[in-house]
Protein backbone atom coordinates (compact mmCIF):
# COMPACT_ATOMS: atom_id res chain seq x y z
CA UNK A 1 0.00 0.00 0.00
CA UNK A 2 2.70 2.52 1.03
CA UNK A 3 4.57 1.77 -2.35
CA UNK A 4 0.94 2.39 -4.48
CA UNK A 5 0.51 5.61 -2.35
CA UNK A 6 4.22 7.21 -2.85
CA UNK A 7 4.49 6.04 -6.43
CA UNK A 8 0.87 8.07 -7.24
CA UNK A 9 2.52 11.03 -5.16
CA UNK A 10 4.97 11.07 -7.66
CA UNK A 11 3.16 10.76 -10.40
CA UNK A 12 1.18 13.92 -9.36
CA UNK A 13 -2.17 11.64 -8.44
CA UNK A 14 -2.27 12.63 -4.45
CA UNK A 15 -1.73 16.07 -3.73
CA UNK A 16 0.01 16.60 -0.98
CA UNK A 17 1.86 14.45 1.41
CA UNK A 18 1.24 16.57 4.49
CA UNK A 19 2.92 14.22 6.98
CA UNK A 20 4.78 10.99 7.10
CA UNK A 21 4.89 8.57 10.53
CA UNK A 22 7.23 6.07 10.63
CA UNK A 23 8.02 4.46 13.72
CA UNK A 24 10.93 2.38 14.53
CA UNK A 25 8.46 -0.45 16.36
CA UNK A 26 6.47 -0.22 13.27
CA UNK A 27 9.99 -0.51 10.76
CA UNK A 28 11.06 -3.44 12.92
CA UNK A 29 7.29 -5.46 12.24
CA UNK A 30 7.50 -4.32 8.24
CA UNK A 31 4.60 -1.90 9.01
CA UNK A 32 4.55 1.53 8.17
CA UNK A 33 2.30 3.94 8.63
CA UNK A 34 1.39 7.26 5.78
CA UNK A 35 -1.14 9.75 6.60
CA UNK A 36 -1.66 11.69 3.62
CA UNK A 37 -4.19 15.13 3.77
CA UNK A 38 -6.02 15.68 0.65
CA UNK A 39 -6.78 19.61 1.38
CA UNK A 40 -3.95 20.60 -1.56
CA UNK A 41 -1.10 22.56 -1.03
CA UNK A 42 -0.09 26.20 -2.25
CA UNK A 43 2.04 26.26 -5.36
CA UNK A 44 5.50 26.94 -4.44
CA UNK A 45 6.40 28.71 -7.46
CA UNK A 46 5.00 31.67 -7.53
CA UNK A 47 5.07 32.81 -11.19
CA UNK A 48 2.89 29.71 -11.76
CA UNK A 49 0.03 30.42 -9.52
CA UNK A 50 -0.23 33.85 -11.19
CA UNK A 51 -0.54 31.84 -14.81
CA UNK A 52 -2.88 29.88 -13.01
CA UNK A 53 -4.79 32.69 -12.26
CA UNK A 54 -4.60 34.47 -15.12
CA UNK A 55 -5.79 31.31 -16.78
CA UNK A 56 -9.07 31.21 -15.07
CA UNK A 57 -9.92 34.31 -14.99
CA UNK A 58 -9.44 34.63 -18.83
CA UNK A 59 -11.84 31.54 -18.65
CA UNK A 60 -13.86 33.40 -16.69
CA UNK A 61 -14.73 36.42 -18.51
CA UNK A 62 -15.05 34.16 -21.96
CA UNK A 63 -17.82 32.40 -20.18
CA UNK A 64 -19.47 35.37 -19.06
CA UNK A 65 -19.02 36.91 -22.31
CA UNK A 66 -20.92 34.22 -23.83
CA UNK A 67 -23.29 33.31 -21.25
CA UNK A 68 -24.27 37.20 -21.72
CA UNK A 69 -24.19 36.62 -25.32
CA UNK A 70 -26.66 33.71 -24.91
CA UNK A 71 -29.28 35.75 -22.57
CA UNK A 72 -29.44 39.24 -25.41
CA UNK A 73 -30.22 36.40 -27.49
CA UNK A 74 -32.96 34.47 -26.03
CA UNK A 75 -35.76 37.18 -27.45
CA UNK A 76 -34.04 36.23 -30.81
CA UNK A 77 -34.36 32.51 -30.08
CA UNK A 78 -38.18 32.82 -29.00
CA UNK A 79 -39.15 34.17 -32.18
CA UNK A 80 -37.43 31.48 -34.19
CA UNK A 81 -39.11 28.28 -35.76
CA UNK A 82 -39.37 26.34 -33.15
CA UNK A 83 -37.55 23.07 -34.44
CA UNK A 84 -35.69 22.87 -31.61
CA UNK A 85 -32.38 22.98 -32.93
CA UNK A 86 -29.12 24.03 -30.72
CA UNK A 87 -27.84 27.75 -31.09
CA UNK A 88 -23.53 27.98 -31.61
CA UNK A 89 -24.24 30.10 -29.08
CA UNK A 90 -25.65 27.86 -26.22
CA UNK A 91 -22.56 25.31 -27.31
CA UNK A 92 -19.97 28.25 -27.05
CA UNK A 93 -21.58 29.01 -23.70
CA UNK A 94 -21.42 25.49 -22.49
CA UNK A 95 -17.99 24.65 -23.55
CA UNK A 96 -16.66 28.20 -22.04
CA UNK A 97 -18.60 26.96 -18.66
CA UNK A 98 -16.45 23.47 -18.92
CA UNK A 99 -13.43 25.48 -19.37
CA UNK A 100 -13.59 27.60 -16.70
CA UNK A 101 -14.36 24.61 -14.54
CA UNK A 102 -11.60 23.04 -15.08
CA UNK A 103 -9.51 26.18 -14.19
CA UNK A 104 -11.36 26.52 -10.69
CA UNK A 105 -10.29 22.79 -10.24
CA UNK A 106 -6.60 23.32 -10.96
CA UNK A 107 -6.87 26.11 -8.36
CA UNK A 108 -8.66 24.48 -5.91
CA UNK A 109 -6.49 21.63 -5.94
CA UNK A 110 -3.58 23.75 -5.88
CA UNK A 111 -4.70 25.76 -2.62
CA UNK A 112 -4.84 29.43 -4.63
CA UNK A 113 -7.92 30.31 -2.93
CA UNK A 114 -8.26 33.05 -0.85
CA UNK A 115 -10.83 35.21 1.46
CA UNK A 116 -11.76 32.14 2.47
CA UNK A 117 -13.78 31.40 -0.47
CA UNK A 118 -14.20 28.37 -2.67
CA UNK A 119 -13.39 29.04 -6.08
CA UNK A 120 -14.79 25.27 -7.96
CA UNK A 121 -18.14 25.56 -5.70
CA UNK A 122 -18.29 29.05 -6.62
CA UNK A 123 -17.44 28.60 -10.40
CA UNK A 124 -19.79 25.54 -10.60
CA UNK A 125 -22.49 27.67 -9.55
CA UNK A 126 -21.77 30.58 -11.44
CA UNK A 127 -21.87 28.94 -14.61
CA UNK A 128 -25.61 27.33 -13.05
CA UNK A 129 -26.87 31.06 -12.77
CA UNK A 130 -25.82 31.86 -9.41
CA UNK A 131 -25.27 35.70 -9.65
CA UNK A 132 -24.10 35.55 -6.11
CA UNK A 133 -21.17 33.05 -6.68
CA UNK A 134 -20.42 34.70 -10.01
CA UNK A 135 -19.67 38.06 -8.25
CA UNK A 136 -17.65 36.09 -6.01
CA UNK A 137 -15.79 34.75 -8.68
CA UNK A 138 -15.35 38.11 -9.98
CA UNK A 139 -14.03 39.41 -7.27
CA UNK A 140 -11.90 36.41 -6.84
CA UNK A 141 -10.10 38.08 -10.01
CA UNK A 142 -10.18 41.86 -8.93
CA UNK A 143 -8.23 40.60 -5.41
CA UNK A 144 -5.61 38.49 -7.68
CA UNK A 145 -4.84 41.62 -9.99
CA UNK A 146 -7.09 40.32 -13.11
CA UNK A 147 -10.25 42.63 -12.88
CA UNK A 148 -9.87 43.61 -16.44
CA UNK A 149 -10.43 39.90 -17.78
CA UNK A 150 -13.92 39.91 -16.08
CA UNK A 151 -16.94 41.94 -16.20
CA UNK A 152 -19.00 43.00 -12.90
CA UNK A 153 -21.62 39.93 -12.26
CA UNK A 154 -24.96 40.02 -13.27
Not at 34 to 41: N, V
Not at 57 to 65: A, I
Not at 96 to 122: P, Q
Amino acid sequence: MIHTLWRQLREGHVLAAQRWDYTSSQASSGRCRCRFLMSGCSSDDPAQAKEWQRDYCTKLGSWQDAAHAMTTGEADADAGDGQGVQSPKLDNTESAGDAVIEASKRLDRAGLEHGGTDILDDTVNAVGGDIGAEGRAVTYCDSSGFETLVSAAG
